[in-house]
């Protein structure tokens, strides 16, 4: 579900030796205006729901990032 929402970032899990991470990483070449504006390139969450706020968060800021550069 992640995935098909998020479809500009690739979504994955990140196992470490006492964590899982669910991990996304943007697709897009991350340019300094973009990471100006609050866009990571990699956002890390300990479970899915909280990685689909902050893609929500995320995505949000791409949104206006695109629209101001328009």
């Known amino acids: 579900m ?7 970032w690739d979504i994955d ?3 470490a030796p006492d ?3 669910w991990t996304a990483v943007i697709r897009w070449t991350l340019t300094l205006d ?10 890390r ?13 995320q995505s949000a800021l791409v949104l206006h990032h ?4 328009a």
């Open 19 to 21: 964590q899982v991470w």
């Open 34 to 43: 973009m990471a100006t504006a609050g866009i990571l390139h990699t956002v």
């Open 13 to 15: 899990l990140e196992y």
């Open 45 to 57: 969450q300990p479970d899915a729901i909280a990685l689909a706020a902050a893609l929500a968060w």
């Open 2 to 8: 992640l995935r098909n929402t998020y479809p500009i």
């Open 66 to 69: 695109m629209r101001s550069r």
